[in-house]
């Protein structure tokens, strides 16, 4: 009874690992082949993703393992058209020493760790908020810090707030003032840092470069967002620019107080240089980008064909490996 | 880490005096809230025991003084926040209206003022045609 229950558990496991394991492959190698491309467009023609598509990204795996999943189990073991091509006949040969059990394990294995980890991470997330909290003064929605540093984000996944540095009202004018207001209240209406929380979690699987990239752009993603939000008008937008700018201008003039070294990779450095300019020349920008619909056709391509070779890639596993 | 009302205001007092010793804040603070020695004794302690306070032990009683300056301990806070997402600070969970860690050049930002400024004026001439 337990031995067929364990038995059911790694099958549905091995059906789900697959083609999400197969997703997760080509669509690293897929984006590593366009990033390499991408740098050497100029930043106005780069191709940008949508949020749509990132989330695409990011849930394509764990999408094809779950329709795996249930086209294998709903459609019963060999009626019809599509359990003829997705069908799945091992789970009466398998056995508890197979490669399936230890693939299964494994991968349970990562899947707790990650759980855990991002779990930990929301709860000290959410105690040093508060102790910054504490730290501020509450004027309103706001919290402003004082610091001789720059600062102005959203911080908070559960409940988002906004931070200013107490010092940014006489450092800028009263329309730049309210324009970064309004940037960092347009994150707190969109839960930015919970949909990047999410992403992180949804990400975790991918390799490093991978999982960093997409984060990356999700972080572009949402600041263009909330510079959107923040503007009404052509006019408007200019402004938006010119604050960034002009922020940004502040901030390099003045160094962080603390002896500590900023731990900012080589990587996300070149990144964010060209996230800045990305974000001004969008800003300035009459015309509206149009989001390429190439990455979500490549990926539901890639997905499909994940879930039509579940079986076939078990076959060429089986080769190799006890079954 | 959470700090309770009176240890807030017992790490605000030693930022200001930079050191004391727990008969010194108890003084201190007797002029504007009620509390006894020990009280403030253990609030001191528990300060100490989440690595805020230094102490140094003259004569019969500890002397505590802030392990960091109230600026530093506030950006090391904000480092700490973007930085225990990720390695990369630029996807931390903070959405900050601009890179918390990146300094940017300034050619570059003069570069992009420059093209902001063209854009007014290429705006400007358009309103005034109209």
């Not at chain 1, 091992?90 to 197979?98: C, W």
């Not at chain 2, 973007?82 to 918390?100: G, I, R």
């Amino acid at each position: 009874m337990i031995e067929t229950f364990i038995t059911h558990f790694q099958e549905g496991f091995i059906v789900f690992l697959l083609p999400f394991i197969l997703t997760l492959i080509t669509l690293s190698c897929g984006l590593i082949v366009w990033q390499k491309q991408r740098l050497k467009m100029t930043a106005t023609s780069r191709l940008k993703f949508s949020e749509n598509t990132l989330w695409l990204f990011a849930l394509s795996p764990w999408g094809a393992g779950m329709l795996a999943l249930g086209v294998v189990n709903y459609s019963g073991p060999a009626h019809g058209l599509i359990a003829g091509v997705i069908h799945w006949h091992a789970s009466h040969l398998s056995s508890l020493l197979s490669w399936h059990s230890l693939s299964a394990l494994v991968f349970s294995i990562f899947l707790v760790k990650y759980l855990l980890r991002y779990s930990v991470l929301l709860i000290a997330d959410y105690k040093k908020i508060n102790l910054l909290k504490q730290l501020s003064t509450k004027d309103g929605d706001v919290y402003h810090i004082e610091s001789d540093v720059n600062h102005a984000f959203c911080a908070g996944v559960i409940r988002p707030h906004c931070f200013l540095s107490s010092n940014l009202k006489y450092q800028l004018s009263k329309k730049e003032y309210d324009i970064v207001l309004r940037h960092e209240q347009a994150h707190v209406d969109r839960y930015d840092p919970l949909r990047k929380w999410l992403m992180g979690m949804l990400t975790a699987f991918f390799p490093l470069t991978v999982a960093r990239l997409i984060q990356l752009n999700m972080s572009l993603v949402c600041e263009q967002a909330a510079d959107g939000m923040a503007s009404n008008n052509n006019h408007d937008k200019i402004d938006v620019a010119a604050t960034l700018v002009k922020f940004s201008k502040l901030k390099a003039s003045k160094k962080s107080s603390t002896k500590q070294s900023p731990i900012t990779s080589d990587f996300s450095l070149a990144f964010d240089h060209d996230a800045l300019r990305q974000r001004v020349l969008c800003l300035l920008d009459d015309k509206e980008t149009k989001n390429s619909t190439i990455p979500p056709i490549v990926i539901t391509i890639i997905v499909s064909t994940s879930i039509i070779l579940v079986d076939s890639s078990h076959h060429l596993i089986d080769s190799f490996l006890l079954h | 880490m959470q700090l309770g009302d009176l240890e807030k205001q017992v790490l605000q007092h030693l930022w200001k005096v930079q050191s004391a010793s727990a008969k010194d804040v108890h003084k201190d603070f007797a002029t504007h809230r009620t509390g006894s020695l020990n009280t403030i004794q253990s609030t001191l302690d528990r300060l100490y025991k989440k690595e805020l306070l230094s102490r140094d032990k003259q004569g019969h009683a500890f002397q505590y003084s802030p392990k960091l300056e109230r600026q530093e301990f506030i950006a090391q806070l904000i480092k700490s926040i973007s930085n225990e997402f990720s390695a990369d600070q630029e996807h931390s969970l903070l959405a900050a209206f601009s890179s918390v860690s990146t300094e940017f050049g300034t050619t570059e930002l003069d570069s992009l003022e420059e093209m902001i400024n063209k854009r007014r004026r290429v705006l400007a001439k358009i309103d005034n045609n109209d």
